[in-house]
């Protein structure tokens, strides 16, 4: 973060720096591939229209993949920091 002797401008310019380089990951994390389906791959519902033209390559309808989203769900994982606590023990 800048700060201290920086020009002006600087801190506005790192943050929109930031926004940039994360909207350019997102465009180019892969997305569905193909054609859209007419029907769910897992439900057989059909999807509509309107979903498989603002999602192209879409396979699920929109409860099949919110609940494929809420699975994924946040993981647990291990502090690999090494803290100065986790070091005293």
């Given at each position: 973060?800048?700060?201290?002797?920086?020009?002006?401008?600087a801190v506005s310019e790192q943050?929109?720096?930031?926004?940039?380089?994360?909207?350019?990951?997102?465009?180019?994390?892969?997305?569905?591939?193909g054609e859209s389906l007419?029907?769910?791959?897992?439900?057989?519902e059909p999807i509509p229209e309107a979903r498989r033209q603002a999602i192209p390559g879409?396979?699920?309808c929109v409860d099949c993949a919110g609940q494929r989203d809420t699975?994924?769900?946040?993981?647990?994982g291990i502090n690999r920091r090494g803290s100065k606590?986790?070091?005293?023990?």
């Open positions: 973060m800048a700060g201290g002797w920086t020009r002006d401008g943050i929109e720096a930031s926004i940039a380089d994360e909207l350019a990951r997102l465009k180019a994390r892969r997305g569905p591939l007419t029907h769910c791959a897992e439900c057989e879409v396979k699920l699975r994924a769900g946040p993981r647990g606590d986790s070091q005293l023990k």
